[in-house]
Structure formats: C-alpha cells, structure tokens
RNA sequence: GCCGAUGUGGCGGAAUUGGCAGACGCAGCAGACUCAAAAUCUGCCGUUGGCAACAACGUAUCGGUUCGACUCCGAUCAUCGGCACCA
C-alpha cells in the first residue's frame, strides 16, 4: 500500500457511498430500529466546528448501531425559514430563497465532505411549499382544537428585527437573535395555547430516563408550578370583589393591605367617584411607560399609591388598603397580591416605606418573635401560627390546608395551581415563514383555509421595508382573496409563523418525507418514532425541545402518532472552544472545518473532536491536537500495511493454542480492546475513552512491527481494529477493508464480538498494602483463592520487613485486587 | 435568592461498583535512523528529597465515615449555566 493519503481515499468512497446509496433506509418490521438525529441547522451557507462535533457524534450512533444490526433512520434537513434570509435580500437585493437555497448547496457539499451516513432521499427543507403545506396543515389542526386563538395583548417587540417574539426568545429582556432591548406593545396575536399542556409538559419529564438532568431542571423551572390557594376580597363602597392569590394561605391572617398590578381592570373601577382618580391614573401611565427590564428587576425600587379605597379580609374581617404598584405583573395569578408584611420581604420592604400596619403571624416553635425586634419578614416555612384566629398554634403545614379548607368551606376561595409559562406567541411580522392559513372575513370573521387549497404560498411581489407592516401586506395579490366561506371579498392574514413551528415537527418527516397525502403516515411515524437518540446543543434546552414536546403531545391526543414523547433519549453537546471562549467571527478565533478537511482529511477532523473531550463536556481547539489525531490514523495505516501479508494468509478459524505467549498477550488486548470500545460507544457516550483503548490496542500491535505475528491473529487483529474504527474514521477504515478483506463495505460488517475468555489474564498483579499505602506488588495465577493469596502476599520479603515487632490488627484481602495489612 | 453542573500534572483528559491516582493524547526531554533536517521508531516525563532503593506530599478548601476516599457524608470556596418582584 501506498502512504496514508486522506485526500486521495475520502472524495473516493463518498463517490462510492452516493452511487450505492449505501445509507438509504426502508422500513422493515423484521429489524429492530433505531432513530438517530442531529438538530438540523439553519442554512447560514457554512458549516462551523459546532455542526462539525454535533454530526460526528450521531455519525459514531448511526454507524456503530448499524453494525449492530439495527435498521437505522439518519436523516439531515434544513431548518430554512428565518430572519438572515430576508436581512440578505434587503442587503444584497437577492431572493430569499436564492439566497437559502445557494447556502443549502454549500453546506451540504461540506456535509458530504464529512462523509456522514445520511439517507439524503429523505432530506426534509422546512421553506419548501411541500414541507410548510403540512405546518399550514398542523396549525389548522391546533385551531380546530382549540389550541390556536388570536388576541390583543401586551407582547414583546423587537424593533431591530421588526417582529414580536415568544417569551422564550426574550432573554435578560433582550432579543434572543440581534440582543437588542425587547420593548412591549399591545398588539393583536396569533398564540399557540401551551398553558394547557404546562401539566403535562411538567409531569412527563420523569419520563425523560435518558435526558441530561440539567435540561429537565431548565424546563421544570421555566414551567414554574406553583400551588396555593386563590380567594375573594369583597372592596369596601363597591359592588365588586377582588382575586388574590397566593402560595402561602397561613398568612393569611396578616394581611394589611392588597397590592394591584397598574394593568388590573379593576384599578378603572376604583377611578370612578374616586378623588385621587388623576394622580392614580399617572401613576398607572408612569409604571406602563417604564422599560420591561426596569419593571421586572428584583433591583428596582417598590413604588405605589393607596387608592383611599379598602379590601376586606375574608378570614378575619380586617381592612386593608386597597394599592396600586409597580411590582405586580398583571399577567401572573390574578394581577393582584395580598400584602403580608410580617410573611414576605417584598410586602415587609413596602410596608416599611410607607408606613403600613405589620401583624405578625408565624413565628418558629422555640423562639418568641417581637416585630419591634425585627428587620426583616419571616420566610421560613416552618413553625407556629400566632394572631391568626382558630388556627393560632398550629403547625404551619396544617395550617396551610387548613386555611384553604376554610376559604373553600366559606365559598369564598379555592385550591389553585399557577404556572409561570405563558401561551407560545406564534406571528411574525416577517416574509420568510409559513403564512399563516387564515382569511379574515368582514361576514363570517376568521376563516381557515380550506385543505385543499394549501398551501398558502409566499408571494414574490413583496417590498421588505415596510416599516411596522407584515412584508406580505404589500402584496395586494396576495391579501385579497374570497371567503372561503361566503365568497365575499376578504383579506388573508399577512403574519407568517415562528420558525420554531417548523422544527416542532421535522423529525417526523423524515419517517415520511415525501407524503402529498398527510404530513406522514401513520405506520411509518409509529415504526421510526420517537428519536432514539437525539443530539443538539444546549442551547436548545427550552425553546426548541419545549416546543417539539408539546407537538408531539397535541398529535398524540389528536391521534395521529401513538407515542407522546419525541425524543427518548438527548444528548447534549458542549461547545467548541479556541483560546478558552467561543468560536467567534467578532474574537477572530475561528477553525474553518473545510480547511481542516482540506488538510488533514475528514476522518482526522472527526477522530480529533470526538477525542479530544468527552461529548457533553466543552471543547478546546489544539492545532497541535489534531496533528495528533492524523499522526494516530498514520499508525493505523502504517502497522496494517505491515502486516498486510500475514492478514491475507491467515484464516478466521486458526488455532489459538499455538500462539507464543506474546501472541496471546496481543490477543487478549484485542478482546478488551472489543469490550470496552463496544461498553463506550452503547453505554455511555464515552467516544474519547474508547478511541483511547483503540490508541493502546495500537501501541500493543507495534510490539510486532519487526517480528513475524501469526497469520490467524493477524487476520483477527486487522479486522476487529479496523471495524472498531470504522465509525470514528469512516473513509481510511474503508480503504484498509477494501485493501485487506476484499469485497464489501466495512460499514456493512457486523461489529466485532469479544470472547470473555480471551479477556482474562492468567496471572495478575496483587498489591501489598500495609496501612492502606502500597508497599510492594506480587505476581499471582488469577484463578488463587483468597487464603491462598494472602498467604504468598505475607511472605513477601516486603511484608515481613514492614510488620516485623507490630501487631497485626487485621488483615484485609479483596480478590483479583490486594491483600491489606493492618499493624500497630 | 432558588435550582443545576463543574473543579484531578505544563495542557486536553482517564480512573465504570469505595481498592495501585494521572490511562490515552498534546507539549517537553533523551536515544535510534539520517551527511543533515523532516518524517518515523524507542524510552523518560505529578511535586519535593535522594546516586539509588525508597520516602514524604498530592484529585478546589476544611472536616467526617472506612482497613482503604478523586469516588460516600457534612460544611465552605470558586467558575459556568438556568430561573428570578411568579406573591
């Protein structure tokens, strides 16, 4: 054989592959399956080192379960709506789908330069008119489910993208995309209605076994529970009650005053014959002016204004004043709190600031609590009650449910649930997105598009700086049309949908990908589904996986796929790091995966990534690294080439028992090589490791390289090295099989199997420990019984010299390991 | 503030069930090959003391359990991430 030449082999067997479609997949009930998914990218036009490790490690999953034996499904998409696209034909005056659809081209020749295992037959393009037909399709399912409503609200505005957002693309109250400041503007929406599945979406995390425990955590906490009881105030000199709500019904006998978001209707009521009206409305239009970072610090100062008016305490008869503040968000609960000062810091902070009533009503079981004493609310949850009518004395947690048994028995409260999730804003004032399928009607209101007429196509004649305006509302060909209904003259809706709607359902498409019927059919969505493995970034931890969830539950209640968990089991990617931060165009410490490819090849960069760090954890670049990672696969090449002769000439059944004893040396390293590679890759992501053990495997063979090796274990060496590899190193490993063994693919081969007996060694190494600390070791036969070994340990000369005049206290000896020797 | 993760040589990391800490790789040092260099092959490589055998120390810090702790328990510190005026 020639020298190792990554750049001659690779572009070879990716021609090979494509011409043999030797990854294309059919369903087959004969086979177990095994769905192996990488998050499909956004077409930015190239891949990043990120793309380049997260393909890698589904790569390793998709080869290495094939071998297995699996029918496995390994698709890869496009995830092609979205904001840059548009941002590009305003820049440039390109089309948006030229522009995505160039950027498809090129990222998917890089893609192929990777050598990856797609069935690229399967390729789902979420901008393409026959993928974001069914989104169209899937949102009118969610509309005739109820799940799917427009309203007015206060929403979150990116005036740099010039669109509303979700609450989960808001972060630190900043655009997730551009980082520039969210602003809120009440504007009429359309909202998918997640809050009806908050439960559910809670609850079934549990089912999640094979989910990181952080991205559970991520979810548990941006779901935010909470249990508690809401209950009526009736306010004095009007005809209306009042809603609170709160998690904590034993302080209930402490409240001095209610505190009322600036947006609670029920502040208009209160204006009426009120002689504070005015200053009460300034102060409401001062709180709604200020930025939503301002309002939501925990940082920024309480403000209200008493109203002169009061609420009453149902529990106890009390007055207590009637508020209006900056610090309670109308849309949580009911946009009104009681205020407890003794009970909560916030209400303890406010009360001190403008000099309102403290009653003190829990204090813990061994200390006698005085208000003048103290300088901060009680919080703890636990103790006893005091001031607090029938239920003073009583243990917190009794009193709890018994405080809520009393407002439900009065009929003046009720157990209640809250969560902090809120319904999933879906419009966006944006052209490149699916439209959304609805024709406003002045006759009949809001009506779908009929099924038959989806898809409801992006138009071309659009202008792209139209302010405020949705791009598709300057296409008059476009906004008018007929009720579908009635056939009266109507106008389309011209807001397009968030682009996470798309990649809510992607990874059922692909069991299905070119379905005109249905967005896929129903055997072949309950054969490949879920997701076996799924692999993204972290990044992801809410939106997209909170999302793709929630999908999953809705069809699954709709009857469309049987299952109702997308992905069973996820895998997190750390990052890909150079000089400790980030790979950045902005820090200018970008790697480019194409010239590393150019370089060293793809098996080399791929090798390097999954070696270099375990999968899930942050990644450090090393040029010199990488270098190392080619230099390894030279001494794959190289050892094999070596032994090429002695391969071909030996057979597969050859007799063990004439090995020298170095021979059977190698031999057993190969077999534990087998297991530990075969335990990494199936049990525990542990791709770093097992390449390491492939590395020693290696380094045992060179033991070899100038020493004749039976042909028979030759034979056996190269094939199982060479399979063993064949995930990692997809290229070099085919043109060793195809130099060494012939016809055939090797990514077609079954993984190699261990003999466990071929795994143990003969004679150990037992340790001599005196006090715990190592004193000396001893060569035994494996098979010696526990007397046997600590017997020949203790005669060591090591041992008597070490206890000669002490006690021995005990003597303690672990099996296969080390014989322990306790002296005084 | 609440929740979660991480902390091991010069560096990336290994140690899977409580049993020889530092596998494998990078960097470094030395040798072989070579006229020479590169490439390749071989050996050494936690710190301190010692010619050495060896000894002491050593997995963020402090303490505990144990014959024995990177691993289990309790506290603390640091870094990163999520949530946070959610009543």
Not at 72 to 93: C, Q, R, T, W, Y
Not at 432 to 441: K, L, M, T, Y
Not at 555 to 579: I, R, Y
Request: charged share 30%; hydrophobic share 40%; net charge negative.
């Amino acid at each position: 054989m020639d020298r190792y030449s990554p750049q001659e082999i690779e572009k070879k067997w990716q021609d090979k592959w494509e011409a043999d479609s030797a990854f294309k997949t059919e369903m087959d009930e004969n086979r177990p399956k095994y769905y192996a998914l990488e998050m499909f990218p956004y077409p930015s036009g190239n891949l990043h080192m990120g793309h380049v490790r997260n393909y890698s490690i589904g790569d390793v999953m998709a080869r290495y379960k094939t071998m297995e034996g699996f029918n496995v499904l390994h698709p890869m998409g496009f995830d092609s709506f979205g904001m840059p696209a548009e941002n590009a034909a305003i820049k440039n005056n390109v089309k948006p789908s030229d522009w995505t659809f160039s950027n498809i081209e090129n990222m998917k020749r890089q893609q192929r330069s990777m050598g990856l295992s797609y069935d690229w037959d399967r390729e789902a393009i979420t901008c393409t008119p026959e993928y974001y037909k069914w989104t169209q399709w899937l949102f009118e399912l969610f509309y005739k489910k109820g799940l799917a409503y427009k309203k007015k609200a206060s929403v979150n505005w990116c005036d740099t993208c010039g669109t509303v957002l979700a609450n989960e693309q808001v972060i630190d109250g900043k655009c997730w995309r551009c980082d520039s400041e969210v602003q809120k503007k009440d504007l009429s929406q359309w909202f998918l209605k997640i809050t009806d599945y908050a439960d559910v979406l809670l609850k079934d995390l549990d089912k999640l076994k094979g989910w990181p425990e952080r991205v559970k955590t991520m979810q548990d906490n941006w779901i935010g529970r909470s249990e508690g009881l809401e209950f009526e105030m009736p306010v004095e000199g009007l005809d209306e009650k009042l809603s609170v709500y709160t998690t904590r019904p034993d302080t209930a006998y402490g409240i001095t005053f209610v505190a009322l978001a600036a947006e609670n209707p029920l502040v208009e009521k209160i204006c009426e014959n009120n002689p504070k009206a005015a200053e009460i409305k300034a102060f409401c239009d001062k709180v709604r002016n200020q930025s939503e970072m301002e309002r939501t610090s925990s940082e920024s100062e309480k403000e209200g204004i008493f109203t002169g008016v009061y609420a009453i305490n149902p529990f106890n008869g009390n007055k207590a004043q009637l508020w209006v503040t900056n610090y309670v968000l109308a849309d949580y609960g009911t946009g009104a709190v009681m205020g407890v000062p003794s009970g909560d810091q916030r209400d303890w902070m406010f009360a001190k600031k403008y000099d309102l009533p403290i009653i003190l009503t829990l204090q813990p079981k061994d200390k006698e609590l005085k208000l003048e004493e103290m300088d901060a609310a009680y919080t703890d949850k636990d103790g006893v009650l005091v001031n607090s009518g029938k239920f003073t004395g009583m243990e917190i947690h009794k009193a709890m449910s018994g405080i809520i048994d009393e407002a439900e028995a009065q009929g003046f409260g009720k157990r209640k649930v809250n969560y902090r999730l809120r319904d999933w804003l879906i419009s966006r004032q944006r052209y490149w997105g699916a439209p959304i399928p609805v024709i406003h009607c002045p006759h009949c209101g809001e009506v779908l598009v009929p099924e038959e007429d989806l898809p409801v196509r992006l138009p071309e004649d659009v202008s792209f700086d139209s302010g405020a305006l949705s791009p598709l509302a300057t296409s008059e060909a476009f906004v008018n049309c007929k009720c579908p209904k009635c056939g009266a003259d109507a106008k389309r809706e011209t807001d397009t949908m968030d682009t996470f709607i798309c990649s809510s359902w992607y990874y059922l498409r692909y069991t299905d990908p070119k379905n005109d019927q249905a967005p896929f059919a129903k055997d072949k969505v309950n054969y490949w589904a879920p997701v076996d493995q799924y692999i993204g970034g972290i990044e992801h931890a809410i939106l997209h996986l909170l999302y793709s969830r929630f999908f999953t539950k809705v069809l699954h209640d709709a009857g469309l796929v049987d299952f109702d968990e997308p992905f069973s089991n996820l895998l997190t990617q750390g990052m890909v790091l150079k000089d400790g931060s980030k790979m950045s165009k902005s820090k200018g410490n970008v790697v480019s995966p194409e010239e590393i490819i150019a370089k060293y090849g793809a098996d080399t960069a791929r090798l390097f990534i999954l070696f270099a760090a375990p999968v899930d954890r942050d990644l450090e670049w090393s040029d010199q690294g990488v270098e190392g990672a080619f230099r390894f696969l030279g001494r794959v090449w190289r050892i094999l080439d070596h032994f090429e002769d002695m391969v071909k000439a030996g057979k597969d059944n050859y007799d063990v028992s004439a090995l020298t004893k170095e021979e059977k040396d190698l031999r057993r390293v190969l077999h534990v090589t087998i297991k530990k590679v075969t335990e990494d890759i199936r049990d525990r992501f542990m791709f770093n490791t097992a390449i390491s053990s492939i590395m020693e495997l290696v380094n045992a063979a060179y033991a070899f390289q100038d020493k004749e090796l039976n042909a028979g274990l030759a034979r056996e060496f190269a094939a199982a090295l060479i399979k063993m590899l064949a995930p990692f190193a997809p290229h070099i490993t085919e043109e060793l099989w195809h130099n060494l063994f012939g016809e055939g693919s090797v990514h077609q081969q079954q993984w190699p199997k261990y003999e466990e007996e071929a795994t143990k060694l003969a004679e150990i190494e037992i340790v001599l420990q005196i006090n715990g600390k190592v004193r000396d070791r001893i060569t035994l036969p494996a098979d010696i019984d526990k007397t046997a070994m600590e017997a020949a340990v203790k005669e060591l000369p090591r041992a008597k010299e070490l206890t000669e005049g002490k006690t021995i206290v005990k003597v303690i000896c672990v099996p296969k390991k080390l014989v322990n020797i306790v002296v005084k």
